[in-house]
């Protein structure tokens, strides 16, 4: 489960993020709380504007941003971001707690971090691929989820106890400089250890990864799934903030909300680093785990019982997101897999703009449990899709000695664009599918020659 630990860099790397995950999951507390509550009258709108105003420059600089993931030094192009967020937060507190803040000016500031974070997420995506080796790789992302989450149980409570004690603008000021210890982790860490990367020199290759994309149908539907879960299905503020509302909770009510999600998070997170690899079927039967988990939680009629589906919620939607996550960068060519995750962040995030505040004007108007139905038939949704891609491609089938028997076939070559289409650099490095016999035999080949080399 903790292979990648052995890596010393990667020890770093976790240890830093962990702290500010930590301080940006009581930011995200914050601003949605002060949202709703301070800079509005329990506007559920206004706080899904704000979120849609976060994340949609992932959606639309993702060519830009992808090309600068794979152009430059990805370790320093994080410290510029991690930098620039910190400045964010420390202007935010000041103006929170000097009064000046107001809503449009709290508008600006989530467009400022949703493009900042436009350019951080896939760097710090990619950057995972730096630190360890491509075996290591679907584990130290599954790691990663569950800094994320354990961040995640930690940051809102705290966050929710600091405003009820000192106020919002506190929050944003610790937020401001957990920032510091992502930062000094990033200078700890030993560069000659990193993993050579090929770099891609050219501008003209901005769309190569939508090119790579297109040719796999299963990043495709993978893609797919990963939009609706992330449109309509993790809009959680909204949902945690309005019910805890609806109980007659106050902000640590909320915080705790999201901490009792992180619960099931952490546990998905720390499932998927025991996989010896990310499968898409995972993702598939995630995608319905979590739909009847948020059908279930919209039906609950306390604020505990509400709380215990959440462990559910997030357990799903965490397993479904860790394995896509790994799925895509260790299935993914080596050059191209900074504007492939970068494509994968925009669709992911991207999909916030137009869910936010759809499901914010749905809690409004009829109500959270209407728009937590909302998220749980986005997630069915996605599950058709991922099922019905699995009988089409021919990779679920009967077994013929057992009526009732059903297996996938995950052996089966992937379907990748042509070398031609992409340049001349790219496509040297475009893995070429290879029979499952001929791997098999090269297994046994690789296996034979380290036998004698022992």
Avoid: C
């Avoid at 974070?117 to 290591?136: C, G, H, I, L, M």
């Amino acid at each position: 489960m903790f292979r990648s630990f052995s890596v010393f860099n990667y020890r770093v790397w976790f240890i830093g993020a962990l702290v500010s995950n930590t301080g940006a999951w009581m930011q995200a507390t914050a601003l949605s709380w002060v949202v709703l509550t301070e800079l509005t009258a329990n506007d559920a709108g206004a706080m899904g504007v704000t979120m849609a105003l976060q994340f949609a420059p992932p959606l639309l600089l993702v060519s830009v941003t992808g090309w600068v993931a794979d152009r430059f030094d990805r370790r320093r192009l994080l410290m510029v971001t991690q930098s620039l967020l910190l400045v964010l937060g420390l202007a935010i507190g000041v103006l929170l707690l000097s009064g000046l803040m107001t809503l449009w000016i709290m508008y600006g500031f989530a467009l400022g971090l949703g493009v900042i974070s436009a350019f951080d997420n896939p760097a710090r995506q990619a950057f995972v691929s730096d630190v360890v080796d491509r075996e290591n790789a679907s584990n130290a992302v599954a790691l990663n989820a569950a800094s994320f989450n354990g961040a995640r149980m930690i940051g809102p409570a705290v966050a929710g106890l600091v405003i009820v004690a000192v106020g919002t603008g506190w929050v944003f000021f610790i937020n401001a400089f957990t920032f510091l210890a992502m930062i000094g982790a990033l200078m700890l860490i030993r560069t000659r250890e990193l993993i050579p990367r090929i770099k891609a020199p050219g501008g003209s290759r901005l769309a190569d990864g939508f090119r790579y994309v297109a040719g796999r149908p299963d990043l495709v539907v993978t893609f797919a799934m990963v939009f609706l879960i992330g449109a309509f299905g993790m809009n959680f503020p909204i949902f945690a903030s309005t019910m805890a509302l609806e109980f007659g909770q106050a902000a640590d009510g909320y915080g705790l909300l999201s901490s009792i999600l992180a619960i099931g998070s952490l546990a998905g997170a720390l499932l998927a680093a025991r996989r010896d690899r990310a499968r898409i079927r995972v993702v598939i039967a995630g995608t319905l785990l979590f739909a009847v988990a948020a059908a279930v939680s919209a039906f609950m009629p306390s604020y505990w019982a509400y709380a215990a589906t959440l462990m559910f919620t997030g357990f799903a939607v965490v397993t479904m997101l860790t394995t896509a996550n790994g799925y895509v960068q260790t299935t993914t060519d080596p050059a191209l897999r900074g504007r492939v995750l970068a494509l994968y962040m925009a669709i992911l995030m991207g999909g916030t703009p137009i869910g936010a505040p759809i499901v914010g004007w749905v809690a409004a108007e009829f109500g959270p449990r209407f728009a937590i139905g909302l998220g749980a038939a986005a997630g069915l949704a996605a599950f058709a899709i991922g099922a019905t891609w699995l009988v089409v491609s021919g990779r679920l089938h009967r077994q013929e000695d057992a009526r009732f028997r059903l297996t996938i076939d995950e052996t089966r070559p992937m379907a990748v664009v042509a070398p031609e289409e992409f340049s001349d650099e790219v496509a040297a490095t475009t893995p070429v599918p290879i029979p499952r016999d001929e791997r098999d035999l090269r297994g046994t080949r690789a296996g034979a020659q380290r036998s004698v080399a022992g």
